[in-house]
């Protein structure tokens, strides 16, 4: 869904009919996962992406031609030296993998409210809320239900166009994902579907003002984070200096529970060079449940704070603490410094160890699968 914001507004300034592409399945190895999309236009325009720019083209060509009488799904098998799609064409890729990509036609003025079934606007509802969001999308199964969905969201909210007794498989699969958080694709009631998980956007609370902040909140905002900066200095003066963090928030580190909300999903970095100060924030923040806890600066530093805590950290609070924060890229400065944070906090993200690809034996997207109990 990172592309989610760029389709919305390319799709609200479309003044011709546009194909919504979505990937619904992958096997093997691909550039992209199952719920990357791509909106196309009749002349050509493309926002978002289905791959690392291989299929795309061919996709422009015969999306329209495809759609003319309802949603289609592409499968292009890129397990060879070429690629072959449904329409028989071939082309050079090598890519080792098969991707199943579901083309969907929008007219101008056409209903896009949830209700209708439009995954862009409940997902974008719900990011907007904070909330997670789970879309299941019927791809492969009865004719008429072919780009159906059902759409849940932790709040309560449901919405979508499937009906029928498919509804009640998919429905359940939606529901257990939203509890879970696993995304699958696969078989479903007597279909195929591919179940998102739509998390809100990751939020990250970096404490600190200093030069090496900058260069966080900007790369972070690249890739779509929520980025909120607290320091001991007056807001109007945090704003200025990063103009790109979505909240500033003047605090002492006495204050940071009272003033900064935290939750079980927050991604913090304490970057603030003083150690009086890093004492009093990880007095405060260790014992909380957040996702991860990160601290710039030397082990031994760490060591001693921890050691000064008034009560010693257990271990499953020193599992989330990372001291110091980031990977081992070799980095030095404010830019490299950043990346190696920000690499690190991607693998938590992702559920990753951050090891090398060349080492990894399963595909670079390897999927989860459906539960048996739901296969037909």
């Known amino acids: 869904m990172r592309e989610l914001d760029d389709i919305l507004r390319a799709r609200e300034r479309a003044s011709g009919p546009v194909v919504l592409a979505t990937v619904v399945a992958v096997s093997g190895s691909s550039y992209r996962r199952p719920g990357a999309r791509m909106l196309m236009g009749g ?10 720019g291989c299929l795309e083209g061919d996709l422009v060509r015969k999306a329209f031609f495809w759609t003319s009488d309802g949603p289609r799904v592409l499968r292009y098998d890129t397990t060879g030296d070429t690629a072959e799609d449904e329409g028989g064409l071939t082309f050079a890729l090598g890519c080792n993998g098969v991707v199943d990509i579901l083309l969907e036609r929008w007219e101008p003025g056409a209903p896009s409210s949830p209700s209708s079934g439009d995954a862009l606007t409940f997902a974008a509802d719900a990011r907007q809320q904070s909330l997670r969001a789970v879309i299941a999308t019927v791809y492969r199964g009865p004719a008429e239900a072919v780009g159906s969905r059902c759409m849940l969201r932790e709040d309560g909210v449901e919405a979508g166009n499937l009906t029928g007794p ?3 498989s998919v429905r359940a699969a939606a529901t257990e994902a939203l509890v879970r958080g696993v995304p699958w694709s696969g078989a479903c ?3 195929e579907v591919l179940v998102e998980v739509v998390e809100p956007a990751p939020p990250v609370v970096v404490f600190g003002a200093g030069f090496d902040v900058a260069p966080v909140v900007s790369r972070a905002q690249g890739l779509g984070w929520h980025l909120t900066v607290v320091a001991d200095r007056p807001v109007e003066l945090l704003r200025r200096r990063f103009p790109q963090a979505q909240a500033c928030i003047a605090s002492r580190s006495t204050e940071v529970l009272q003033k900064v909300p935290l939750s079980a999903r927050s991604l913090v970095l304490v970057m603030t060079h003083s150690l009086p100060q890093d004492r009093e924030l990880l007095a405060r923040l260790v014992p909380l449940p957040v996702r991860y ?5 030397p082990r031994a530093r760490t060591e001693r704070i921890l050691r000064e805590l008034p009560q010693a950290p257990t271990p499953a609070q020193l599992e989330k603490l990372h001291a110091p924060m980031g990977l081992d890229l070799g980095a030095e400065g404010a830019d490299e410094i950043a990346l190696s944070i920000l690499a690190e906090v991607q693998t938590v993200l992702a559920g990753r160890d951050g090891g090398r690809l060349r080492e990894r034996q399963a595909p670079i997207h390897a999927e989860a699968a459906a539960p048996e109990r739901r296969s037909a």
């Open 293 to 297: 806890l990160g601290v710039l600066g």
């Open 43 to 52: 002349d050509g325009w493309l926002a978002g992406g289905v791959s690392g």
């Open 189 to 191: 009631g007597g279909a």
């Open 166 to 168: 498919l509804r009640e």
